[in-house]
């Protein structure tokens, strides 16, 4: 089964971030965002990954070309040209990433089609800037049981400020960044059948989620695996803030994998 990352987009509301680099390449805890994503697939035995390429798709290249060295410390005879790394990640050495230039402008539905090729009958799906605590297995397993196209995890949203915890006007706490109670979102942690492709188009602007997931929800071909835990995304600079001070503080609860 593959993962595929949706790894193509603007990411236009981190600002300046993005002008520099691709918004699956902002940095938490010292490494990619995306690499966190794929910790979590991995960390459950999913280690085929196909990442949609799109703006600044040569700077998530030239990442995964030269990961070793990247992610590792390592001593180099200048001579010789001899490397020898040190405290390796031996988990990411057994990945197999396919990476995919899908279009600078493409929506996400022409991008996922333009992968058709490399992709199994089922397959996962996620966003680039995503991480969570969700059970990888779970979905899975409830995907293949109720038969349907896709499944999407559904999670609650966290809020976009903090919470006064209060009794009688009395303030007993702050929180920061709870989740909110009300309604549920696409989390972005995807499971689908290969004939969800009949619905997609390799045309740039072919969507996903409008259009293509809409028709299928119609026709009862879409399912929710509901999600309680942890779930945000890097969508702007304050939410990225927050990722890194959770990792500092080792408070990230999608860090799932042992070091």
């Not at 992968?115 to 990888?136: A, C, H, P, Q, R």
């Not at 779930?231 to 890194?244: F, G, I, K, P």
Request: glycine share 10%.
């Amino acid at each position: 089964m593959k993962v595929v990352i949706l790894a193509g987009g603007y990411g236009t509301r981190l600002g300046s971030l993005s002008e520099l680099i691709p918004k699956p390449m902002i940095d938490v805890g010292g490494r990619p965002i995306i690499w966190h994503i794929m910790k979590i697939y991995a960390h459950y035995g999913y280690k085929d990954f196909v990442i949609a390429l799109g703006y600044k798709g040569n700077v998530i290249k030239d990442y995964f070309y030269n990961m070793k060295y990247h992610n590792n410390d390592f001593t180099i005879n200048t001579k010789s040209g001899e490397v020898t790394f040190h405290n390796t990640d031996n988990e990411s050495d057994d990945w197999n990433v396919t990476l995919v230039d899908t279009g600078l402008d493409t929506l996400k539905g022409g991008r996922i089609k333009r992968l058709e090729k490399y992709l199994d009958d089922v397959n996962m799906l996620t966003y680039g800037d995503g991480v969570s605590n969700i059970n990888i297995n779970q979905l899975v397993d409830y995907h293949k049981a109720h038969g349907k196209l896709v499944t999407l995890s559904g999670g609650r949203p966290p809020s976009m400020f903090g919470e006064i915890n209060q009794e009688n006007g009395r303030v007993v706490s702050f929180e920061e960044k709870p989740q909110t109670s009300k309604g549920v979102i696409n989390g972005g942690y995807m499971v689908f059948n290969k004939k969800m492709f009949d619905f997609l188009k390799p045309d740039k602007d072919c969507d996903f989620e409008f259009g293509p997931l809409e028709q299928l929800a119609t026709q009862g071909e879409v399912m929710t695996f509901k999600h309680e835990g942890f779930w945000e995304c890097a969508d702007t600079v304050r939410d990225l803030n927050h990722l890194n001070k959770l990792w500092d503080t080792g408070k990230a609860e999608w860090k799932i994998w042992n070091d």
